[in-house]
């Protein structure tokens, strides 16, 4: 499976962006995914996750409630919905796909997307 994010950004503090993940190939279906991010100089952190039906999804403490994952199989979609975006959330944003579902830990992601950038001021 091939990955490629979208929709990253300048927004200003208390705004939103949606990011989108788009997959090639037949079995994007079978894969768990997940999006992570890396701020400037820190290391690459677990931000949500959605197993492969889309029937259940998991959050880092940081984002829960202000983050929304989803996914659309029939598009070989998955998305980021980012409300009350904080200057903290600035980093760069990867998708990527899983064998396991539940996992918030990188090495358990074997495919990766190049990221996209959000920026948020404040």
């Known amino acids: 499976v091939q990955l490629q994010a979208s929709g990253g950004g300048l927004v200003q503090a208390g705004g939103s962006l949606r990011l989108s993940c788009a997959a090639s190939?037949?079995?994007?279906?079978?894969?768990?995914m997940g999006w992570f991010r890396q701020p400037p100089g820190k290391e690459r952190e677990f931000v949500a996750g959605i197993n492969w039906s889309g029937g259940h999804t998991y959050y880092a403490d940081s984002v829960k409630g202000r983050f929304t994952i989803s996914r659309d199989n029939a598009k070989n979609m998955v998305y980021l919905q980012m409300n009350s975006l904080k200057p903290e959330d600035s980093a760069v944003y990867y998708c990527?796909?899983?064998?396991?579902?539940?996992?918030?830990?990188?090495?358990?992601?074997?495919?990766w997307g190049p990221g996209t950038l959000v920026t948020v001021s404040s």
């Open positions: 990527a796909t899983s064998a396991y579902s539940g996992s918030n830990h990188p090495r358990d992601f074997v495919s």
């Open positions: 190939g037949r079995t994007f279906s079978n894969y768990h």
